[in-house]
């Protein structure tokens, strides 16, 4: 089925049937953040944002934290006084983007910058500039976000440093995390594309030491004979999530080969209650203990929880969130009905880029997986986003070329009437996904995230943008 005619109805819109056509932001009055806050006036041109950014900006103390290339390929790092909105920038000159590669190297959007605290021990982590590369990572002095120095400094980090001896190399998509008592994981995959391995690993501030997990989170073992017998693979993930009971959740889909995305099949789902030593499926049957060296694989029973075919057109890594009752929400975009042109390349032709659609996928209490019928996805294509409101309200927001939006549903009738609003106007905009400050949305219930605040002309910035979750409540409210 396909979602049909976009009608506009005051600031929102809904939809009814017909064939499905592309949104039109700019038939919509844009909401408007609450706060823009500038960073920088000209950044890197080609990319600063990315769906792996997990995670881009974090808040602590005061003080929130966000990393980027500046225009001359630095690693950046900004910090805004929650307080006041001024902020600093601080650049590091001997991290240079794509140092000594050629020019494609330096457009390479997979080099991207994370970011994670440690409050234990009032450290912030930095990890930046991989594809298939030895590990980047750095950590500021301890006390760093604690006792907030006046103005920072190059001082105040430390050398570029090894997480631990033997940890795995050739790392792409590194990611920060804190369970819900702050301790710090990190998270990358060792490998290329279709032939991947991940790893995981845990910080102990009291020590101020890594320890790994398992280099081997998934294995990419296993033959799948929808795509040719194919006999390698890896995991793309989603958000990696800690629920409030300290229940790690990860969501993800395979992918048989690096040449085309149309190998990307179905949406998996596992758990873990002792921080990702071992791993349980859908129904709660333990599938793998990484303390005895055994790997999720595509073999492992229970993990498919919706079957979404090869040829789909599913999109690897995009957005998953919690809501109030610890239910994992994914958004992610894909084709209704597979599709196989007659030269399979990385993307799919051009001209048929008009059948993906944006779809929301949950679990419901008795662990049952649910999807939406599509939601319209503006082109060129952006990966979507997904937040819980504390009334579980989803929101699920993206950019467009003429600013970002949001679609949006309430959980009162189980997420089946979807509006869409206009958060901004043309002026902001990412290449990618904007993840948000996951602690100012849990804490303080502000969707906050960064942007680019030079869309209409040459170059590009960097700037934080707040939107409060109640008054996009309200927007919804006033139309329905």
Same mark, same amino acid.
């Given at each position: 089925m396909r979602l049909g005619w976009i009608v506009a109805v005051g600031g929102l819109m809904t939809t009814s049937g017909g064939p499905l056509h592309a949104i039109d932001p700019a038939s919509l009055s844009p909401i408007a953040p609450d706060q823009a806050v500038p960073v920088e006036a000209e950044a890197w041109p080609h990319f600063n944002w990315m769906s792996f950014d997990q995670e881009k900006v974090v808040s602590y103390g005061g003080y929130q934290y966000s990393v980027f290339w500046d225009a001359d390929r630095r690693l950046t790092l900004a910090r805004r006084n929650l307080e006041t909105d001024s902020v600093q920038t601080l650049h590091f000159p001997d991290y240079l983007?794509? @140092?000594?590669?050629? @020019?494609?190297?330096? *457009?390479?959007?997979? /080099?991207?910058? %994370?970011? =994670?605290?440690?409050?234990?021990? =009032? *450290? +912030?982590?930095?990890?930046w500039d991989h594809h298939n590369d030895d590990l980047n990572y750095t950590r500021s002095n301890e006390g760093f976000l604690a006792e907030a120095p006046e103005e920072m400094s190059l001082d105040d980090f430390e050398e570029k440093q090894?997480? &631990?001896? =033997?940890?795995?190399?050739?790392? #792409?998509? !590194?990611?920060?995390?804190?369970? !819900? $008592?702050?301790?710090?994981?990190?998270?990358? *995959?060792?490998?290329g594309s279709g032939?991947?391995?991940?790893?995981?690993?845990?910080?102990?501030?009291?020590?101020? @030491?890594?320890?790994?997990?398992?280099?081997? &989170?998934?294995? *990419?073992?296993? %033959?799948y004979p929808e795509w040719d017998d194919s006999d390698s693979r890896n995991a793309y993930m989603h958000d990696l999530l800690f629920d409030d009971t300290g229940r790690l959740h990860i969501t993800w889909v395979y992918r048989e080969t690096y040449e085309t995305w149309a190998s990307n099949h179905d949406l998996h789902y596992a758990y873990s209650d002792d921080h990702g030593r071992s791993w349980k499926n859908n129904s709660g049957e333990t599938i793998a203990d990484t303390q005895k060296g055994e790997q999720i694989t595509i073999d492992s029973p229970?993990?498919?929880?919706? @079957?979404?075919?090869?040829?789909?057109? &599913?999109?690897?890594?995009? =957005?998953? #969130?919690?809501?109030?009752?610890n239910r994992p929400h994914v958004a992610t975009f894909h084709m209704e009905e597979p599709f196989e042109p007659e030269q399979v390349r990385h993307d799919p032709p051009e001209? $048929?880029? $008009? /059948? +993906?659609?944006?779809?929301?996928?949950?679990?419901?209490d008795d662990g049952k997986w649910h999807r939406s019928d599509p939601l319209p996805l503006p082109l060129p294509r952006r990966r979507p986003m997904i937040v819980a409101a504390p009334d579980d309200t989803i929101l699920i927001y993206f950019a467009t070329e003429k600013g970002f939006m949001a679609h949006a549903a309430r959980a009162e009738n189980e997420?089946? $009437?979807?509006?869409? +609003?206009?958060?901004?106007?043309?002026?902001?905009?990412?290449?990618?996904?904007?993840?948000p400050d996951f602690r100012r949305l849990r804490e303080d219930n502000i969707l906050s995230?960064?942007?680019?605040?030079k869309a209409l002309e040459e170059g590009s910035g960097f700037a934080f943008l707040d939107f409060s979750i109640e008054r996009l409540l309200e927007e919804m409210e006033r139309e329905e």
């Open positions: 983007l794509a @140092e000594g590669l050629g @020019e494609r190297q330096k *457009r390479n959007a997979h /080099r991207n910058i %994370v970011a =994670g605290i440690s409050p234990g021990d =009032g *450290r +912030l982590h930095l990890s090894e997480l &631990l001896d =033997g940890a795995p190399q050739g790392v #792409t998509y !590194p990611r920060f995390f804190n369970d !819900p $008592d702050d301790t710090l994981f990190f998270f990358y *995959r060792s490998g032939r991947g391995d991940i790893a995981i690993f845990e910080y102990e501030h009291n020590q101020g @030491e890594w320890s790994m997990i398992s280099d081997r &989170l998934f294995g *990419r073992e296993g %033959v229970g993990i498919v929880v919706f @079957e979404i075919p090869v040829f789909s057109w &599913l999109m690897n890594q995009c =957005g998953m #969130t919690l809501d109030s009752r001209e $048929d880029h $008009d /059948r +993906l659609n944006y779809y929301h996928y949950w679990r419901d997420w089946q $009437d979807w509006k869409s +609003l206009r958060l901004t106007d043309s002026y902001y905009r990412v290449n990618d996904v904007s993840k995230f960064t942007a680019d605040p």
